[in-house]
């Protein structure tokens, strides 16, 4: 099982195929296993590193508090440890949060960024945004990962004909070690890079779902500050996209890999 040891602790990661390398980093909750249908595909054109980021999957449980810099750092150091100049990165979610983080802080390392479904700011300031933010930490701590994933899975596969993919999700949720999550997820609280954006010149990719919890309109406002920025929207689709539509999701990613 392939460890890196990163800072203090040990970060799971694996290489597929031959090509320009391509660093997949999953979202919250989620682990590299969730790039699956993706790997197959882009490793037969890029070579494709996938990581478990800290507090996920393989990795070392999270036990202090960590931000999505932290995050960010922790993907900076393994890249240059497996011994790339530069790299292309692909993320979802809070995975693409970590990949706005490195386009800012690490502009020289970054090629391309491909942010899939994530907005550029998380406010927990006002009273209704605080009370929601606790009331989900409140719930794990009460009924744990499980009944979380059972809840959670609806909202990220709600078609009826999705039923296998709610299963898969609810089933790998309630697998999250308990306090990592908690801790994973308050690294989104407040965070933000709506003033940096200017600072991303790598090519950059939003990807879109049109069912996504973050709206559409919202996405296209914050492309335009990004002077590289381009946007695709994937209709009839939800949150974990590259799971819902691989077909379409691949050729988006590959046809925008091919401008590098």
């Not at 497996?82 to 706005?100: C, E, P």
């Not at 929207?233 to 050729?251: C, G, T, W």
């Amino acid at each position: 099982m392939p460890m890196m040891k990163i800072k203090d602790f040990d970060m799971f990661y694996e290489m597929h195929g031959e090509g320009k390398p391509l660093l997949l980093i999953h979202g919250l909750g989620s682990s590299s296993r969730d790039w699956e249908l993706q790997i197959s595909e882009l490793s037969k054109y890029y070579r494709v590193i996938t990581i478990d980021l800290h507090g996920h999957g393989k990795s070392s449980k999270l036990t202090t508090k960590y931000s999505i810099h932290d995050f960010a750092v922790d993907c900076a150091l393994i890249i240059k440890e497996l011994k790339f100049d530069s790299i292309n990165i692909l993320g979802i979610s809070m995975g693409a949060a970590v990949g706005f983080d490195l386009a800012i802080s690490y502009p020289d390392l970054i090629n391309s960024l491909i942010a899939v479904n994530m907005g550029v700011k998380i406010p927990v300031k006002t009273f209704s945004e605080k009370f929601n933010h606790q009331k989900v930490e409140l719930f794990i701590k009460i009924f744990g990962m499980k009944k979380l994933g059972k809840i959670f899975a609806p909202t990220l596969f709600p078609l009826p004909e999705q039923e296998e993919l709610r299963n898969y999700a609810s089933t790998r949720w309630g697998e999250n070690d308990k306090k990592s999550y908690i801790i994973a997820k308050n690294s989104l609280k407040n965070w933000s890079v709506e003033e940096e954006l200017h600072n991303i010149t790598c090519l950059t990719l939003v990807i879109a779902a049109d069912g996504d919890f973050t709206s559409v309109e919202s996405k296209e406002d914050y492309v335009k500050k990004i002077p590289n920025g381009q946007i695709t929207i994937i209709k009839n689709s939800h949150h974990a996209v590259p799971m819902e539509k691989p077909e379409e999701f691949n050729r988006i990613v590959l046809d925008f890999l091919k401008q590098i």
